[in-house]
Protein backbone atom coordinates (compact mmCIF):
# COMPACT_ATOMS: atom_id res chain seq x y z
CA UNK A 1 0.00 0.00 0.00
CA UNK A 2 1.64 3.18 -0.96
CA UNK A 3 0.79 5.98 1.28
CA UNK A 4 1.53 10.24 0.89
CA UNK A 5 2.11 12.13 3.53
CA UNK A 6 3.35 16.08 4.80
CA UNK A 7 5.21 17.01 7.58
CA UNK A 8 7.12 19.82 8.91
CA UNK A 9 10.81 20.62 10.69
CA UNK A 10 13.30 23.25 11.33
CA UNK A 11 16.10 21.75 9.39
CA UNK A 12 16.13 18.90 6.80
CA UNK A 13 19.43 17.09 5.73
CA UNK A 14 19.79 15.20 2.56
CA UNK A 15 22.51 12.83 2.95
CA UNK A 16 23.79 10.70 5.77
CA UNK A 17 27.41 10.76 5.42
CA UNK A 18 29.80 12.74 7.52
CA UNK A 19 28.81 15.47 6.49
CA UNK A 20 25.29 15.49 7.23
CA UNK A 21 25.03 13.15 10.04
CA UNK A 22 27.21 15.91 11.78
CA UNK A 23 24.73 18.67 10.52
CA UNK A 24 22.13 16.82 12.22
CA UNK A 25 23.20 15.76 15.39
CA UNK A 26 24.52 19.27 15.99
CA UNK A 27 21.23 20.59 14.97
CA UNK A 28 19.53 18.65 16.85
CA UNK A 29 21.75 19.10 19.93
CA UNK A 30 20.98 23.05 19.53
CA UNK A 31 17.29 22.01 19.87
CA UNK A 32 16.02 22.04 16.09
CA UNK A 33 14.08 19.31 15.14
CA UNK A 34 15.97 17.51 12.68
CA UNK A 35 15.08 15.30 9.79
CA UNK A 36 17.41 13.50 8.12
CA UNK A 37 17.36 11.44 4.91
CA UNK A 38 19.45 8.61 3.52
CA UNK A 39 18.45 6.77 1.06
CA UNK A 40 21.47 3.98 1.97
CA UNK A 41 23.55 4.24 5.46
CA UNK A 42 24.33 6.38 7.47
CA UNK A 43 27.75 7.18 7.87
CA UNK A 44 27.97 7.08 4.09
CA UNK A 45 30.58 7.20 2.28
CA UNK A 46 33.47 7.22 4.53
CA UNK A 47 32.08 4.57 7.24
CA UNK A 48 31.66 2.07 4.72
CA UNK A 49 34.01 2.71 1.30
CA UNK A 50 36.01 5.27 2.71
CA UNK A 51 37.93 6.16 5.74
CA UNK A 52 37.46 3.09 7.83
CA UNK A 53 37.57 0.18 5.91
CA UNK A 54 40.67 1.60 4.07
CA UNK A 55 42.53 1.92 7.09
CA UNK A 56 41.61 -0.62 8.87
CA UNK A 57 42.66 -2.96 5.74
CA UNK A 58 45.69 -0.35 6.08
CA UNK A 59 46.67 -1.71 9.35
CA UNK A 60 46.58 -4.90 8.10
CA UNK A 61 49.19 -4.30 5.87
CA UNK A 62 51.63 -2.58 8.69
CA UNK A 63 51.40 -5.97 10.18
CA UNK A 64 52.37 -7.83 7.05
CA UNK A 65 55.06 -5.66 6.72
CA UNK A 66 56.39 -5.48 10.02
CA UNK A 67 56.72 -9.36 9.99
CA UNK A 68 59.21 -8.74 7.22
CA UNK A 69 60.67 -5.96 9.23
CA UNK A 70 61.64 -8.13 12.42
CA UNK A 71 62.79 -10.59 10.18
CA UNK A 72 65.64 -8.65 8.24
CA UNK A 73 66.30 -5.77 10.82
CA UNK A 74 65.66 -7.52 14.27
CA UNK A 75 66.54 -11.22 14.18
CA UNK A 76 62.80 -11.71 14.85
CA UNK A 77 62.57 -15.64 13.25
CA UNK A 78 59.00 -14.68 11.62
CA UNK A 79 57.51 -15.97 8.43
CA UNK A 80 54.35 -14.96 6.81
CA UNK A 81 52.24 -18.01 6.28
CA UNK A 82 49.34 -16.32 4.20
CA UNK A 83 46.77 -13.49 4.34
CA UNK A 84 43.22 -15.02 4.65
CA UNK A 85 41.50 -12.57 3.29
CA UNK A 86 37.84 -13.26 4.00
CA UNK A 87 39.39 -12.77 7.54
CA UNK A 88 40.41 -9.72 7.40
CA UNK A 89 37.00 -8.48 5.79
CA UNK A 90 35.33 -9.94 8.41
CA UNK A 91 38.02 -7.94 11.05
CA UNK A 92 37.20 -5.07 8.74
CA UNK A 93 33.52 -5.13 8.25
CA UNK A 94 32.97 -5.63 12.12
CA UNK A 95 34.88 -2.70 12.76
CA UNK A 96 32.22 -1.02 10.00
CA UNK A 97 28.90 -2.70 11.50
CA UNK A 98 29.79 -1.41 15.20
CA UNK A 99 30.95 2.04 13.90
CA UNK A 100 27.59 2.20 12.14
CA UNK A 101 25.28 1.11 14.77
CA UNK A 102 27.24 3.97 16.88
CA UNK A 103 26.12 6.67 14.63
CA UNK A 104 22.36 5.21 14.29
CA UNK A 105 22.77 5.65 18.35
CA UNK A 106 24.02 9.23 18.42
CA UNK A 107 21.21 10.24 15.85
CA UNK A 108 18.52 8.54 17.70
CA UNK A 109 20.15 9.97 20.99
CA UNK A 110 19.51 13.02 19.69
CA UNK A 111 16.34 12.83 18.66
CA UNK A 112 17.54 13.64 15.05
CA UNK A 113 14.39 12.14 12.65
CA UNK A 114 16.42 9.25 10.30
CA UNK A 115 14.27 8.56 7.46
CA UNK A 116 15.46 5.91 4.73
CA UNK A 117 14.80 7.44 1.07
CA UNK A 118 15.79 9.12 -1.07
CA UNK A 119 15.04 12.85 -1.06
CA UNK A 120 14.45 15.44 -3.81
CA UNK A 121 13.86 19.43 -3.71
CA UNK A 122 10.55 20.96 -4.86
CA UNK A 123 11.29 24.54 -3.45
CA UNK A 124 13.06 26.89 -1.64
CA UNK A 125 12.03 24.89 1.56
CA UNK A 126 10.40 21.39 0.09
CA UNK A 127 11.52 18.33 -0.36
CA UNK A 128 9.98 15.19 -1.91
CA UNK A 129 10.85 12.25 -0.16
CA UNK A 130 10.37 8.41 -1.87
CA UNK A 131 10.67 6.03 0.77
CA UNK A 132 12.92 2.90 -0.09
CA UNK A 133 10.79 -0.30 0.68
CA UNK A 134 12.02 -2.66 2.74
CA UNK A 135 10.69 -5.75 4.55
CA UNK A 136 9.84 -4.03 7.62
CA UNK A 137 7.77 -1.24 5.78
CA UNK A 138 4.40 -2.37 5.93
CA UNK A 139 3.81 -1.64 9.44
CA UNK A 140 6.34 1.02 9.79
CA UNK A 141 4.56 4.60 10.63
CA UNK A 142 4.62 7.26 7.93
CA UNK A 143 6.85 9.18 10.06
CA UNK A 144 8.96 8.25 12.77
CA UNK A 145 8.90 9.63 16.15
CA UNK A 146 12.35 11.46 17.59
CA UNK A 147 14.59 8.99 17.73
CA UNK A 148 12.42 6.23 16.53
CA UNK A 149 14.58 4.76 13.04
CA UNK A 150 14.13 4.39 10.18
CA UNK A 151 12.07 3.37 7.29
CA UNK A 152 8.91 5.12 6.36
CA UNK A 153 6.52 3.71 4.49
CA UNK A 154 6.68 3.72 0.32
CA UNK A 155 5.61 6.23 -1.14
CA UNK A 156 5.96 10.18 -1.32
CA UNK A 157 6.19 12.31 1.74
CA UNK A 158 6.43 15.97 1.45
CA UNK A 159 8.83 17.83 3.90
CA UNK A 160 8.69 21.36 4.27
CA UNK A 161 11.79 22.78 6.40
CA UNK A 162 11.17 25.88 8.58
CA UNK A 163 14.64 26.84 8.91
CA UNK A 164 16.59 25.42 6.21
CA UNK A 165 18.25 22.72 3.81
CA UNK A 166 21.51 20.91 4.16
CA UNK A 167 22.55 19.42 0.97
CA UNK A 168 24.89 16.61 2.01
CA UNK A 169 25.04 13.72 -0.77
CA UNK A 170 28.57 13.72 -0.91
CA UNK A 171 30.53 12.38 -4.37
CA UNK A 172 31.09 8.77 -6.16
CA UNK A 173 34.21 7.39 -7.99
CA UNK A 174 35.05 9.76 -10.99
CA UNK A 175 35.42 7.21 -14.00
CA UNK A 176 37.56 8.05 -17.35
CA UNK A 177 36.38 7.12 -21.01
CA UNK A 178 37.54 3.78 -21.64
CA UNK A 179 38.15 2.47 -18.55
CA UNK A 180 34.83 1.88 -17.51
CA UNK A 181 34.87 -0.13 -14.02
CA UNK A 182 33.44 -3.21 -14.59
CA UNK A 183 33.77 -4.32 -11.08
CA UNK A 184 36.20 -7.45 -11.81
CA UNK A 185 38.82 -6.71 -13.57
CA UNK A 186 38.83 -2.21 -14.03
CA UNK A 187 37.54 -1.76 -10.49
CA UNK A 188 37.02 1.65 -8.70
CA UNK A 189 37.96 2.21 -4.85
CA UNK A 190 34.23 0.89 -3.99
CA UNK A 191 34.66 -2.34 -5.87
CA UNK A 192 38.21 -3.01 -4.23
CA UNK A 193 36.33 -3.52 -1.20
CA UNK A 194 34.58 -6.27 -1.86
CA UNK A 195 36.36 -7.90 -4.49
CA UNK A 196 36.61 -11.84 -3.64
CA UNK A 197 40.11 -12.34 -3.10
CA UNK A 198 43.35 -10.24 -3.03
CA UNK A 199 44.89 -10.14 -6.43
CA UNK A 200 48.97 -11.22 -7.75
CA UNK A 201 49.30 -7.89 -9.68
CA UNK A 202 47.15 -4.45 -9.83
CA UNK A 203 47.78 -1.26 -12.01
CA UNK A 204 46.67 1.87 -9.90
CA UNK A 205 45.50 4.84 -12.40
CA UNK A 206 45.90 7.71 -10.53
CA UNK A 207 48.65 8.77 -7.44
CA UNK A 208 46.27 10.94 -5.43
CA UNK A 209 45.88 9.36 -1.78
CA UNK A 210 42.98 7.18 -2.61
CA UNK A 211 45.56 5.54 -5.45
CA UNK A 212 48.31 5.43 -2.95
CA UNK A 213 46.92 4.22 -0.13
CA UNK A 214 45.48 1.27 -2.41
CA UNK A 215 49.31 0.72 -4.19
CA UNK A 216 51.13 0.68 -0.87
CA UNK A 217 48.38 -1.91 0.45
CA UNK A 218 48.22 -4.05 -2.09
CA UNK A 219 52.42 -4.43 -2.17
CA UNK A 220 51.93 -5.18 1.32
CA UNK A 221 50.02 -8.45 0.50
CA UNK A 222 52.71 -9.44 -1.92
CA UNK A 223 50.89 -7.91 -5.16
CA UNK A 224 53.40 -6.36 -7.87
CA UNK A 225 51.89 -2.74 -7.92
CA UNK A 226 52.50 -0.29 -10.97
CA UNK A 227 51.11 3.36 -10.17
CA UNK A 228 50.67 5.70 -12.82
CA UNK A 229 50.22 9.33 -12.42
CA UNK A 230 49.36 11.81 -15.33
CA UNK A 231 50.78 14.76 -13.11
CA UNK A 232 54.73 15.14 -12.82
CA UNK A 233 54.42 13.52 -9.49
CA UNK A 234 52.17 11.53 -7.36
CA UNK A 235 50.25 13.42 -4.47
CA UNK A 236 50.66 16.34 -6.84
CA UNK A 237 48.49 18.96 -4.47
CA UNK A 238 51.39 17.83 -1.54
CA UNK A 239 54.53 19.98 -1.50
CA UNK A 240 57.20 18.72 -3.83
CA UNK A 241 59.73 17.27 -1.36
CA UNK A 242 56.68 15.32 0.24
CA UNK A 243 56.24 13.92 -3.28
CA UNK A 244 59.54 12.91 -3.86
CA UNK A 245 60.13 11.48 -0.28
CA UNK A 246 56.69 9.47 -1.03
CA UNK A 247 57.69 7.59 -4.20
CA UNK A 248 61.38 7.11 -2.92
CA UNK A 249 59.54 5.22 -0.03
CA UNK A 250 56.99 3.34 -2.39
CA UNK A 251 59.70 2.51 -5.08
CA UNK A 252 62.22 1.50 -2.36
CA UNK A 253 59.05 -1.02 -1.25
CA UNK A 254 59.17 -2.45 -5.18
CA UNK A 255 56.10 -0.51 -6.22
CA UNK A 256 56.65 0.62 -9.81
CA UNK A 257 55.64 4.55 -9.91
CA UNK A 258 55.49 6.14 -12.99
CA UNK A 259 54.99 9.70 -12.69
CA UNK A 260 54.31 12.15 -15.46
CA UNK A 261 53.05 9.06 -17.74
CA UNK A 262 49.50 8.46 -19.45
CA UNK A 263 47.28 4.83 -19.73
CA UNK A 264 47.01 4.66 -23.34
CA UNK A 265 44.55 1.88 -23.38
CA UNK A 266 43.49 -1.01 -21.52
CA UNK A 267 42.37 -4.33 -23.14
CA UNK A 268 40.28 -6.50 -20.73
CA UNK A 269 41.06 -10.26 -20.43
CA UNK A 270 39.67 -13.24 -18.74
CA UNK A 271 42.23 -13.03 -16.23
CA UNK A 272 43.32 -9.75 -16.24
CA UNK A 273 43.71 -6.26 -18.11
CA UNK A 274 46.57 -5.67 -20.16
CA UNK A 275 47.10 -1.97 -20.97
CA UNK A 276 49.65 0.18 -22.51
CA UNK A 277 51.25 3.13 -20.68
CA UNK A 278 53.38 6.29 -21.87
CA UNK A 279 56.20 7.05 -19.34
CA UNK A 280 57.36 10.29 -18.91
CA UNK A 281 60.32 9.43 -21.20
CA UNK A 282 58.08 9.21 -23.98
CA UNK A 283 58.54 5.12 -24.04
CA UNK A 284 55.26 2.94 -24.68
CA UNK A 285 55.51 0.42 -21.81
CA UNK A 286 52.86 -3.05 -21.67
CA UNK A 287 51.62 -3.58 -18.28
CA UNK A 288 49.57 -7.10 -17.82
CA UNK A 289 48.00 -7.04 -14.30
CA UNK A 290 44.92 -8.90 -12.59
CA UNK A 291 42.99 -5.55 -11.58
CA UNK A 292 43.02 -1.96 -13.34
CA UNK A 293 42.31 0.25 -9.92
CA UNK A 294 40.77 3.28 -10.89
CA UNK A 295 41.16 6.10 -8.53
CA UNK A 296 41.24 9.25 -10.35
CA UNK A 297 39.04 11.48 -8.14
CA UNK A 298 35.47 11.81 -7.25
CA UNK A 299 32.20 14.29 -8.85
CA UNK A 300 29.74 15.31 -6.82
CA UNK A 301 26.35 13.42 -6.60
CA UNK A 302 23.36 16.02 -7.63
CA UNK A 303 21.42 13.81 -9.90
CA UNK A 304 17.95 13.66 -8.95
CA UNK A 305 18.74 16.46 -6.23
CA UNK A 306 15.92 19.00 -7.88
CA UNK A 307 18.69 22.02 -7.53
CA UNK A 308 16.46 23.51 -10.28
CA UNK A 309 13.30 23.76 -8.65
CA UNK A 310 14.82 25.19 -5.72
CA UNK A 311 16.69 27.81 -8.20
CA UNK A 312 20.17 26.01 -8.04
CA UNK A 313 22.65 24.71 -10.15
CA UNK A 314 26.28 23.47 -9.97
CA UNK A 315 29.52 24.98 -11.33
CA UNK A 316 30.72 22.90 -14.37
CA UNK A 317 32.65 20.21 -12.49
CA UNK A 318 29.36 19.26 -10.98
CA UNK A 319 29.90 21.58 -7.19
CA UNK A 320 27.45 23.00 -5.58
CA UNK A 321 29.49 26.51 -5.15
CA UNK A 322 28.05 28.23 -1.46
CA UNK A 323 27.71 32.13 -2.01
CA UNK A 324 28.87 32.77 1.24
CA UNK A 325 31.43 30.56 2.24
CA UNK A 326 31.15 31.76 5.47
CA UNK A 327 27.79 29.71 6.58
CA UNK A 328 28.11 27.66 3.76
CA UNK A 329 25.10 28.90 2.19
CA UNK A 330 24.12 28.67 -1.29
CA UNK A 331 22.46 31.60 -4.25
CA UNK A 332 19.00 30.44 -1.94
CA UNK A 333 18.85 31.22 1.39
CA UNK A 334 18.50 28.69 3.62
CA UNK A 335 19.73 26.31 1.39
CA UNK A 336 23.01 25.13 3.11
CA UNK A 337 25.40 22.65 1.18
CA UNK A 338 28.14 20.29 3.36
CA UNK A 339 31.18 17.60 2.63
CA UNK A 340 31.99 16.59 -1.26
CA UNK A 341 29.29 18.99 -2.82
CA UNK A 342 31.41 21.80 -1.89
CA UNK A 343 34.28 22.71 -4.24
CA UNK A 344 37.72 23.72 -2.86
CA UNK A 345 39.22 25.26 -0.52
CA UNK A 346 36.94 22.79 0.76
CA UNK A 347 39.27 19.61 0.28
CA UNK A 348 36.56 16.32 0.08
CA UNK A 349 38.17 15.26 3.22
CA UNK A 350 35.85 13.92 5.92
CA UNK A 351 36.95 15.72 8.97
CA UNK A 352 36.38 18.85 7.12
CA UNK A 353 32.77 17.64 6.39
CA UNK A 354 32.23 17.47 10.48
CA UNK A 355 33.89 21.21 10.48
CA UNK A 356 31.01 22.17 7.91
CA UNK A 357 28.34 20.50 9.54
CA UNK A 358 29.13 21.95 12.96
CA UNK A 359 28.72 25.47 11.18
CA UNK A 360 25.77 24.84 9.24
CA UNK A 361 24.22 23.70 11.92
CA UNK A 362 25.56 26.50 14.47
CA UNK A 363 24.50 29.03 11.50
CA UNK A 364 20.72 27.20 11.29
CA UNK A 365 20.35 27.73 14.78
CA UNK A 366 21.29 31.56 14.63
CA UNK A 367 24.76 31.46 16.39
CA UNK A 368 27.78 33.13 14.48
CA UNK A 369 29.90 30.63 14.70
CA UNK A 370 33.89 30.95 12.80
CA UNK A 371 33.83 29.64 9.16
CA UNK A 372 35.90 26.70 8.04
CA UNK A 373 39.56 27.50 8.60
CA UNK A 374 40.32 25.51 5.39
CA UNK A 375 44.24 26.32 5.85
CA UNK A 376 44.85 25.30 8.55
CA UNK A 377 42.76 21.42 7.55
CA UNK A 378 45.16 18.51 7.95
CA UNK A 379 45.46 15.98 4.90
CA UNK A 380 47.14 12.55 5.55
CA UNK A 381 47.78 9.69 2.87
CA UNK A 382 47.57 6.57 4.83
CA UNK A 383 50.19 4.48 3.19
CA UNK A 384 53.59 3.15 4.32
CA UNK A 385 55.19 5.65 4.23
CA UNK A 386 52.79 7.63 5.02
CA UNK A 387 52.15 11.95 5.06
CA UNK A 388 50.70 14.20 6.74
CA UNK A 389 50.29 18.17 5.97
CA UNK A 390 48.59 21.38 7.08
CA UNK A 391 49.27 24.77 5.43
CA UNK A 392 50.96 25.96 2.53
CA UNK A 393 53.35 23.92 0.59
CA UNK A 394 56.75 25.79 -0.11
CA UNK A 395 55.60 26.40 -3.73
CA UNK A 396 52.53 28.09 -2.58
CA UNK A 397 54.07 30.11 0.15
CA UNK A 398 56.60 31.48 -2.66
CA UNK A 399 53.79 32.51 -5.13
CA UNK A 400 52.03 34.21 -2.49
CA UNK A 401 55.33 36.41 -2.71
CA UNK A 402 56.16 36.65 0.75
CA UNK A 403 60.12 36.08 1.48
CA UNK A 404 60.00 32.35 2.94
CA UNK A 405 62.49 30.44 5.59
CA UNK A 406 62.51 26.40 4.92
CA UNK A 407 63.62 23.80 7.37
CA UNK A 408 63.81 20.33 6.73
CA UNK A 409 65.15 17.36 8.66
CA UNK A 410 65.55 13.70 7.22
CA UNK A 411 62.90 11.68 10.35
CA UNK A 412 66.27 9.05 10.70
CA UNK A 413 68.17 12.25 12.46
CA UNK A 414 66.30 11.34 15.71
CA UNK A 415 66.57 8.55 17.20
CA UNK A 416 63.32 7.22 16.88
CA UNK A 417 63.16 7.40 13.57
CA UNK A 418 66.46 5.52 13.50
CA UNK A 419 64.78 2.99 15.31
CA UNK A 420 61.83 2.60 12.86
CA UNK A 421 64.79 2.75 9.75
CA UNK A 422 61.55 3.84 7.48
CA UNK A 423 63.09 7.17 6.72
CA UNK A 424 60.81 10.58 6.07
CA UNK A 425 61.07 13.90 6.72
CA UNK A 426 60.07 17.05 8.67
CA UNK A 427 59.62 20.56 6.25
CA UNK A 428 58.48 23.71 7.60
CA UNK A 429 57.37 26.28 5.96
CA UNK A 430 57.65 30.12 7.89
CA UNK A 431 57.50 33.71 6.91
CA UNK A 432 61.00 34.88 6.67
CA UNK A 433 62.63 36.31 9.97
CA UNK A 434 60.70 34.32 12.81
CA UNK A 435 57.47 35.25 11.20
CA UNK A 436 54.09 32.79 10.85
CA UNK A 437 54.31 29.36 10.42
CA UNK A 438 52.75 28.71 6.81
CA UNK A 439 53.10 25.11 6.22
CA UNK A 440 54.36 22.06 8.36
CA UNK A 441 55.11 18.86 5.90
CA UNK A 442 55.35 15.42 7.03
CA UNK A 443 56.36 12.01 5.85
CA UNK A 444 57.44 8.48 7.45
CA UNK A 445 56.15 6.11 10.08
CA UNK A 446 52.63 7.02 12.14
CA UNK A 447 52.70 10.95 10.76
CA UNK A 448 49.10 10.65 10.64
CA UNK A 449 49.59 11.13 14.52
CA UNK A 450 52.33 13.47 14.55
CA UNK A 451 50.11 16.07 12.42
CA UNK A 452 48.23 16.99 15.17
CA UNK A 453 50.47 19.66 17.04
CA UNK A 454 51.18 20.95 13.48
CA UNK A 455 47.83 21.82 12.64
CA UNK A 456 47.07 23.96 16.37
CA UNK A 457 50.75 25.83 14.96
CA UNK A 458 49.74 26.40 11.85
CA UNK A 459 46.04 27.13 13.17
CA UNK A 460 47.03 29.42 15.86
CA UNK A 461 49.45 31.42 13.54
CA UNK A 462 51.84 30.70 16.17
CA UNK A 463 55.71 31.62 15.03
CA UNK A 464 58.54 28.96 15.41
CA UNK A 465 59.59 30.84 18.45
CA UNK A 466 56.56 29.89 20.06
CA UNK A 467 56.61 26.51 19.01
CA UNK A 468 60.09 26.31 20.55
CA UNK A 469 59.54 27.17 23.73
CA UNK A 470 57.76 23.47 24.37
CA UNK A 471 59.50 20.73 25.21
CA UNK A 472 59.12 17.36 23.35
CA UNK A 473 59.08 13.62 24.64
CA UNK A 474 62.55 12.09 24.39
CA UNK A 475 62.98 9.67 22.22
CA UNK A 476 59.95 10.60 19.77
CA UNK A 477 59.40 11.10 16.42
CA UNK A 478 57.86 14.16 17.19
CA UNK A 479 60.99 15.46 18.88
CA UNK A 480 61.99 15.53 14.97
CA UNK A 481 59.59 18.53 14.71
CA UNK A 482 60.47 20.48 18.15
CA UNK A 483 64.00 20.11 16.59
CA UNK A 484 63.45 21.80 12.75
CA UNK A 485 61.19 24.65 15.21
CA UNK A 486 64.07 25.15 17.86
CA UNK A 487 66.33 25.54 14.58
CA UNK A 488 63.92 27.99 13.13
CA UNK A 489 64.05 29.64 16.06
CA UNK A 490 67.74 30.21 16.36
CA UNK A 491 68.29 28.10 19.35
CA UNK A 492 69.11 24.46 17.31
CA UNK A 493 70.43 21.71 19.43
CA UNK A 494 70.89 18.84 17.00
CA UNK A 495 70.82 20.64 14.21
CA UNK A 496 72.88 23.73 13.31
C1 LIG B 1 38.68 5.08 -0.49
C2 LIG B 1 38.45 6.36 0.24
C3 LIG B 1 39.22 6.66 1.35
C4 LIG B 1 39.02 7.84 2.02
N1 LIG B 1 39.78 8.08 3.13
C5 LIG B 1 39.60 9.22 3.82
C6 LIG B 1 40.34 9.46 4.99
O1 LIG B 1 41.17 8.65 5.40
N2 LIG B 1 40.12 10.60 5.68
C7 LIG B 1 39.21 11.53 5.25
O2 LIG B 1 39.06 12.56 5.90
N3 LIG B 1 38.46 11.32 4.14
C8 LIG B 1 38.64 10.19 3.41
N4 LIG B 1 37.88 9.96 2.31
C9 LIG B 1 36.92 11.00 1.87
C10 LIG B 1 35.62 10.95 2.70
O3 LIG B 1 35.09 9.66 2.62
C11 LIG B 1 34.64 11.97 2.18
O4 LIG B 1 35.23 13.25 2.19
C12 LIG B 1 33.38 12.02 3.04
O5 LIG B 1 32.76 10.76 3.07
C13 LIG B 1 32.38 13.05 2.48
O6 LIG B 1 31.23 13.03 3.26
P1 LIG B 1 29.85 13.59 2.71
O7 LIG B 1 28.93 13.60 3.87
O8 LIG B 1 30.05 14.83 1.95
O9 LIG B 1 29.37 12.53 1.63
P2 LIG B 1 29.13 10.96 1.67
O10 LIG B 1 29.86 10.34 2.76
O11 LIG B 1 29.37 10.49 0.28
O12 LIG B 1 27.59 10.82 2.05
C14 LIG B 1 26.57 11.20 1.19
C15 LIG B 1 25.35 10.36 1.51
O13 LIG B 1 24.23 10.92 0.84
C16 LIG B 1 23.39 9.86 0.43
N5 LIG B 1 22.58 10.41 -0.66
C17 LIG B 1 23.02 10.87 -1.86
N6 LIG B 1 21.98 11.36 -2.56
C18 LIG B 1 20.87 11.20 -1.80
C19 LIG B 1 19.49 11.54 -1.98
N7 LIG B 1 19.05 12.16 -3.08
N8 LIG B 1 18.62 11.22 -1.00
C20 LIG B 1 19.06 10.61 0.14
N9 LIG B 1 20.34 10.29 0.36
C21 LIG B 1 21.23 10.59 -0.60
C22 LIG B 1 24.34 8.75 0.04
O14 LIG B 1 23.71 7.50 0.09
C23 LIG B 1 25.46 8.93 1.06
O15 LIG B 1 25.30 8.07 2.16
C24 LIG B 1 38.02 8.77 1.60
C25 LIG B 1 37.23 8.47 0.49
C26 LIG B 1 37.42 7.28 -0.19
C27 LIG B 1 36.55 6.97 -1.35
Not at 109 to 134: D, F, I, M, N, Q
Not at 280 to 295: C, D, K, Q
Amino acid sequence: MSTRTTNTTDVLVIGGGTGGYSTALRAAALGLDVVLVERDKVGGTCLHRGCIPSKAMLHAAELVDGIAEARERWGVKATLDSVDWAALVATRDDIVARNHKGVEAHLAHAGVRVVRGSARLTGTRTVRVEGVPTDSTPGAPSMPAPGAQHEIAPGVHDFTARRGIVLATGSRPRTLPGFAPDGRRVVTSDDALFAPGLPASVLVLGGGAIGVEYASFHRSMGAEVTLVEAADRIVPLEDPDVSRHLTRGLKKRGIDVQAGARLLDAEVRENGVRARVRTARGETRAVEAERLLVAVGRVPVTEGLGLEAAGLTTDERGFVVPADWGRLETAVPGIHAVGDLLPPPSPGLAHASFAEGLLVAETLAGLASAPVDYGAVPRVTYSSPQTASVGLSETEARARGSEVEVNTMPLTAVAKGMVHGQGGMVKVVAEAGGGQVLGVHLVGPHVSEMIAESQLIVGWDAEPADVARHVHAHPTLSEAVGEVFLTLAGRGLHQQ
